[in-house]
């Protein structure tokens, strides 16, 4: 009457949710609960590690099932106030975001995870349009032409003479620093 024992296909165009999927296959509630729970806290840990204030940055834990019934955890980091800084090292932070995981956690492969990073609507982002489409171009032409020496060049590289400044070793002169430009984090690539 029923059909009870047949399990439908799951459409993948379903949207995810921070809820289980009723018809995935041998999952645990209780698991995946404490599994998002402990992405929420490690992630808390990774931002007290490295500094970031936590209003700049949020975390998601979602469950999504794929057509092979089979589930997967993303986690979504959800930038909450723009920083160029905090975009520059974005993968470091997912990097020892995962890192923590894997200490408090070290049986799961959290490798497996999908790492997602989102923007949300009101950070304030200093670039709200995309470039005119020439700009592009002469990025690209730029980083053909200024790729840095290898590293084996600038050991064989000769010395310069040491500009003014601090006579201890380590310590750099502001004065003769050069300046990046701030506006665009990514004006090398």
Known sequence: MFNLSKRGAVDSRLPATDSVSPSAANSSRGGTDIERELVRVAFKDTLRATGVPADWLSCEVRLVADRGMAERMQVHLVMQQWSGHLLRYAVAFQTQLRQCLDRYEPSVDH?????????????????????????????????KTQKPPELFERRKAPRTAAAPGPSKPGVVNPATTAKPDLRDVFSHL
């Open 111 to 143: 490798g497996q995870y999908e790492w997602v990073w989102r923007f949300s609507a009101d950070c304030a982002s200093p670039f709200p349009t995309m470039p005119a489409p020439e700009e592009w171009a002469k990025k690209l032409e730029a980083s």
